[in-house]
């Protein structure tokens, strides 16, 4: 399989660019965006195997581009990234078709575990 294309979304710009540039390392094709807006034509251009997507973003929220997203592709695979707490969220997130979610601050090994197991869903389907 090809490099593993991820589209990281979160309006933390710090946090955002950290995180990009620590999956590169690992040999992931990392785009990344801070808002959903400036994300949409990532996602046309790159066609990304996974996106990486925050919840509470302006403008347009991570559950509104996770809608978006699985209108457009619905084999898309998404892992949602959410604050302790936002316990509602997720399980809005995971009825909208989210794969996984992990809870910010990140553990960067159980990250690499779900993006993994998403690599791993890709290969079997083919």
């Given at each position: 399989m090809?490099?593993?294309?991820i589209?990281?979304?979160d309006?933390?710009v710090?946090?955002v660019t950290?995180?990009s540039e620590?999956l590169?390392?690992r ?10 807006i400036?994300?949409m ?10 996106i ?5 973003m302006?403008?347009m ?11 457009i ?18 399980e ?5 078709g989210?794969?996984e979610y992990i809870?910010k ?5 159980e990250?690499i575990?779900k993006?993994?197991?998403v ?8």
């Amino acid at each position: 399989m090809e490099k593993l294309k991820i589209l990281l979304v979160d309006d933390e710009v710090d946090f955002v660019t950290t995180l990009s540039e620590r999956l590169s390392m690992r040999e992931y094709d990392i785009k990344f965006a801070t808002s959903s807006i400036e994300a949409m034509p990532l996602f046309y251009s790159c066609s990304p195997h996974l996106i990486i997507l925050d919840i509470r973003m302006p403008e347009m929220n991570g559950i509104e581009f996770l809608k978006l997203i699985k209108k457009i592709n619905p084999a898309a695979e998404v892992i949602m990234l959410t604050a302790y707490g936002d316990v509602k969220y997720v399980e809005e997130a995971m009825k909208e078709g989210a794969l996984e979610y992990i809870i910010k601050p990140i553990d960067i090994k159980e990250l690499i575990i779900k993006i993994e197991r998403v690599r791993e869903k890709i290969k079997q389907r083919g």
